[in-house]
């Protein structure tokens, strides 16, 4: 399963980066606006200084919702590294800018994906990534972990090779359930990353082996 972390803010990113477990980045327009990044060349900047810490995908989402818009911006996008993959809402518009970039053999990302049918359309577009969104789904009582196992078994059907990247991953259970049913790629909060290292029995056990070490008297 790939580790995709979900943010702009660029401590995080080098936090992740360090455990040498970071297979990329999301970021989406309200994570760019957390981090106050405003105008167009300071958001290209702040890109760039994201694959400068990251070795691996870089998703920048378009703000068009047009084709054409979303192919200007896009391609702009694309130009500054190819870690850049595009990233673009699951409307009619994003399905056409997404085979678009395809065929171009440029990296895309469909996402705010909430049915199996968008999932069904953005593997047809030949999307690198599809986006469903966990716990957007949960917030409202419908059945996110459902849904990314449904398109699973749509993938596995016809062998498509769009990967699954489960979003909208708040917690560590998310991380274990999404990997559990086959999602290829999670993307969360730095919190929902470490946070899998947690265990009580790790703390315990290790303050006492480090106790029964520290009472021999032949030391390290
Ligand atoms: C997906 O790529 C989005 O950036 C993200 O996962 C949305 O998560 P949220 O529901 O926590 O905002």
Do not use: W
């Not at 419908?142 to 699954?164: M, V």
């Not at 929902?192 to 029995?201: D, Q, R, S």
């Amino acid at each position: 399963m790939k580790f995709f972390i979900d943010t702009a803010n660029l401590e995080d990113i080098a936090q992740a980066e360090s455990l040498g477990v970071l297979d990329g980045v999301t970021t989406n327009p309200s994570l760019m606006a957390k981090e106050e990044i405003r105008g167009q060349q300071n958001i290209f900047n702040h890109y760039k200084k994201i694959c400068d810490i990251v070795n691996g995908d870089v998703s920048a989402e378009v703000i068009a919702t047009d084709f054409e818009g979303m192919v200007k911006e896009g391609e702009a996008l694309a130009a500054l590294s190819p870690q850049i993959v595009i990233k673009m809402p699951v409307i009619s518009e994003g399905i056409k800018a997404c085979k678009y970039f395809s065929d171009k053999g440029i990296k895309t990302n469909v996402t705010l994906v909430f049915s199996s049918g968008q999932a069904l359309m953005a593997a047809k577009a030949g999307a690198t990534y599809v986006s469903p969104f966990l716990a957007r789904l949960d917030d409202i009582s419908a059945d996110g972990l459902g849904l990314i196992a449904e398109i699973r078994k749509i993938y596995n059907n016809y062998g498509y090779k769009t990967q699954i990247l489960a979003a909208s991953i708040r917690s560590t259970m998310h991380v274990i359930n999404c990997a559990k049913i086959g999602s290829d790629v999670m993307t969360g909060p730095l919190s929902a990353i470490e946070g899998l290292l947690n265990h009580p029995l790790t703390d315990s056990g290790l303050s006492k082996f480090l106790e029964d070490h520290n009472r021999n008297t032949s030391k390290f």
